[in-house]
């Protein structure tokens, strides 16, 4: 693989995490920091909880289970709410702890709608915490909780998925189809890093949200001309702390797949049979009219779809800039990653958030298929 993509593992650590629950840290604090100190929270203390909030509608016997009311008292809401919508009486046999049987309950539901292939080659990890273990500095702003579910990557994957010949086919026979799948994987609320999403990365880290580097250059230039600096030596020093250029871009990348013009021109015409369930995931996405999750402040792509290896060098190389310079700052950062806070006191809310987690995860799923169809080894030759 190349050097740059290997340097992006660099200072994050090695293997396949497992699916699982937490009543400790997070794993965003753990295991994907790329570098920089690991985030802390106070304490709290946890308030007691009178054993009548235990009585948990449709899952009666749960009460049978109980060997700690302050400690299981969210699992066994979390457990009939999630019971709603899939159906977990079978599994309250497998254990006497309620986390336990949530953990085996969660596993088995990822697994009725998400692809084996996926959950089997990622080192993805699902959390479940607690309100006093909430990490609120990872969101600017966080809503009033009970508890918070995350999910995402440990690491960043280095997998090399390049589409230039497909998207080329593609294209050759459905004019605008390229440009629409990359709109499908880009769209994703779990972020796949596409050339798009590359750009997107680049803007908000470095250039204030502009198309280009050209405002906060001026800015930067014109401090330092007010510090007493020459006009050389202020336009030098503006340069120097460029992490990224628009002029990259341009050497790297086909414009059309990251330029901000005609990202939401529409395509009508015939999709492949390849291509069918990610559309009805896309579709199903957009129609969404309110939506729950949460992203972490600092968080990147964790996995890098390219059309070839120099957009693919090119993508892992400005990650590992932007990042090493997050560190510098004093910042951690995350790879692809969301949050849902989980309101466990109210069994109606925690379906419609379980309904969104269950979309998200498909679409991933959807797009992961996809992208695997189109897996290549890279050659460092």
Not at 140 to 155: K, S, T
Not at 187 to 198: A, S, V
Not at 260 to 280: F, M, V
Not at 319 to 344: E, K, S, V
Request: proline fraction near 6%.
């Amino acid at each position: 693989m190349a050097d740059s993509a290997a340097s992006v593992l660099e200072n994050s650590r090695k293997g396949v995490f497992p699916l699982r629950f937490s009543s400790g840290t997070t794993f965003l604090r753990n295991t994907t920091v790329s570098g920089g100190t690991e985030c802390q929270t106070g304490s709290r203390s946890t308030r007691g909880i009178t054993p009548h909030y235990l009585t948990i509608p449709g899952l009666e016997s749960v009460q049978e289970l109980i060997q700690s009311p302050v400690d299981n008292e969210p699992p066994c809401r979390i457990l009939a709410g999630l019971n709603r919508i899939f159906p977990v009486q079978e599994y309250l046999a497998h254990s006497s702890e309620p986390q336990l049987v949530l953990t085996k309950v969660f596993h088995a539901w990822l697994e009725s709608f998400m692809s084996k292939q996926v959950l089997t080659r990622f080192g993805l990890s699902l959390q479940i915490l607690s309100a006093t273990e909430i990490g609120h500095e990872l969101f600017y702003e966080l809503p009033e909780a009970n508890a918070i579910i995350q999910f995402g990557f440990n690491d960043f994957e280095n997998v090399y998925f390049p589409l230039g010949d497909v998207l080329k086919t593609y294209d050759e026979q459905h004019p605008g189809l390229a440009r629409y799948v990359l709109r499908m994987l880009s769209d994703c609320p779990l972020h796949i890093g596409t050339p798009e999403i590359i750009y997107e990365m680049v803007s908000y880290f470095c250039w204030g949200g502009e198309n280009n580097e050209e405002v906060i250059l001026q800015e930067r230039y014109d401090e330092y001309l007010e510090m007493g600096e020459s006009e050389e030596d202020a336009r030098e020093a503006a340069y120097e702390t460029m992490v990224v250029r628009y002029a990259e871009f341009e050497e790297n990348l086909p414009e059309w797949t990251f330029q901000r013009s005609g990202q939401d021109k529409a395509y009508s015409g015939p999709i492949p049979p390849e291509l069918k369930n990610l559309k009805r995931c896309h579709i199903r996405w957009k129609k969404r009219k309110k939506l729950h999750y949460l992203y972490p402040d600092y968080v990147f792509p964790g996995i890098v779809v390219s059309l070839d290896q120099q957009g693919y060098a090119f993508s892992c190389d400005l990650i590992n800039r932007i990042g090493n310079d997050q560190i510098q700052c004093g910042a951690d950062y995350y790879f692809t990653t969301l949050a849902w806070p989980l309101p466990i006191h109210n069994s109606g809310e925690m379906q419609v958030v379980f309904r969104e987690i269950r979309q998200t995860l498909e679409y991933f799923s959807a797009c992961m298929d996809f992208l695997f169809m189109h897996e290549k080894e890279y050659s460092d030759a």
